[in-house]
């Protein structure tokens, strides 16, 4: 279950609870209650892992975009040198070289910028997408507090005993004039 639901399961019990009359004050299903909460605490933990998979996954591409790109200069390295050797024209086979060189190290940069980007986004997207789960998580849970402390507080405030009912008192004698 996702904590999406699991959130959405806390603000329903709270808005589906049976209301005290004449109060703000709800009550709420306490094993209901724990067992999100037991899933929340279950949940969250591989949400921000799912999170922190995706920031890790930004060094991945940047790696094998920095991977691509040295192999590249060194396929363009090489190249050149077999030009160099086999070549009869050593002005071309440079310019050659140098124009993959070129080449090579745009690529690289261009590679390099957008693997960036991807994982600038990535980062973006995933604290977003964490902030919004902890401001969800925030307003359900300080909600559910609230209406936990006012629950308690009613609680607190109804007598542990009733009182004992107090004896009558004895009248006093009244003097009655005879007629």
Do not use: C, W
Request: charge should be negative; hydrophobic fraction near 40%; avoid cysteine.
């Amino acid at each position: 279950m996702s904590v999406s639901n699991i959130l959405d399961e806390v603000e329903n019990l709270v808005v589906d609870a049976t209301r005290v009359p004449l109060t703000n004050t709800v009550m709420i299903n306490e094993s209901e209650l724990v067992r999100l909460i037991d899933n929340l605490r279950q949940e969250l933990p591989k949400e921000l892992d799912n999170a922190h998979e995706i920031l890790n996954s930004k060094d991945d591409i940047l790696n094998e975009a920095r991977i691509e790109a040295e192999q590249m200069m060194e396929r363009a390295r090489e190249n050149a040198e077999r030009m160099v050797n086999e070549s009869q024209i050593v002005q071309e086979s440079r310019e050659k070289a140098q124009l993959m060189m070129e080449q090579a190290t745009a690529q690289q940069k261009e590679l390099l910028e957008q693997s960036y980007l991807q994982a600038r986004q990535l980062r973006v997207n995933a604290n977003s997408y964490a902030n919004q789960v902890f401001d969800h998580l925030i307003v359900n849970v300080g909600n559910a507090l609230e209406v936990l402390k006012q629950a308690r507080d009613e609680l607190q405030k109804m007598p542990v005993e009733p009182e004992p009912p107090t004896e009558p008192q004895p009248l006093a004698p009244v003097d009655v004039p005879e007629a």
